[in-house]
């Protein structure tokens, strides 16, 4: 499997803000999917991704898989406090099986 | 989604000794990974548990170091075996279904090795 290219690595923000991370891959991916990681837990999948220039919401949360089906974004509108976490790209390329992830984006949101 | 429990939840070890995590899924899941997450890092896939047949391990992982086992479409289990300080990590199980090319994660196993 590949890594993925996720940016930005890092965000502080004010609660309210809207937030904007994204994901490259070096290969055409069949599957995008965003999860969020809380300290000490395993990741919780927020969103699913399957046709290039779907677009598809959770909440506050947009996601979009890109036209050359190379990348992929997340947003979140109006940040709560909760938010707070790692938020992890990750997909199945065409011709393999084995999920491959980013290496995340760590969100802090202050009051 | 299936609900994943893992056992222990975290454990503190000495080096040289092995440790036994277990996986279990409210459903039978026809395919379970482990992966490694080393601290502050990105999550690694360490193998595929097969039901009835020998895990499917990654570049850089061997039987030897992380011996699994599959024994139905519900449960299984990794080894972390003769532990050094390196393998201080978070271990995950997920289950996953190419049919919605999906992965659902466990809590998670966090070992620190002393």
């Known amino acids: 499997g590949q890594q993925l290219n996720q940016s930005p690595q890092s965000m502080f923000i004010q609660e309210g803000e809207d937030v904007s991370m994204n994901c490259t891959s070096s290969?055409?991916?069949?599957?995008w999917l965003w999860y969020k990681q809380d300290p000490g837990e395993g990741p919780v999948l927020l969103i699913a991704l399957y046709k290039a220039g779907e677009l598809t919401s959770n909440g506050r949360l947009t996601a979009q898989f890109g036209i050359t089906r190379k990348d992929s974004f997340l947003n979140i509108s109006a940040s709560i406090p909760s938010d707070v976490g790692i938020y992890f790209c990750a997909g199945y390329e065409n011709s393999g099986y084995a999920l491959n992830f980013g290496k995340g984006t760590s969100l802090l949101v202050t009051p | 989604s299936a609900v994943i429990s893992q056992k222990p939840s975290r454990d503190i070890c000495q080096r040289g000794t092995s440790l036994t995590i277990q996986c279990q899924v409210d459903s039978q899941v026809t395919m379970m990974f482990w992966y490694r997450q080393q601290p502050g890092q990105s999550l690694t896939l360490i193998a595929t548990a097969n039901q009835g047949s020998e895990a499917t391990y990654e570049s850089g992982f061997v039987i030897d170091k992380f011996p699994i086992s599959r024994p139905n479409l519900t449960f299984s289990t990794l080894t972390v075996s003769n532990m050094s300080p390196e393998d201080s990590s978070i271990y995950l199980c997920?289950?996953?279904?190419?049919?919605?090319?999906?992965?659902?994660f466990g809590p998670g196993t966090r070992l620190t090795v002393l």
């Open positions: 997920s289950v996953g279904s190419r049919a919605t090319d999906t992965q659902y």
């Open positions: 290969s055409i991916f069949n599957t």
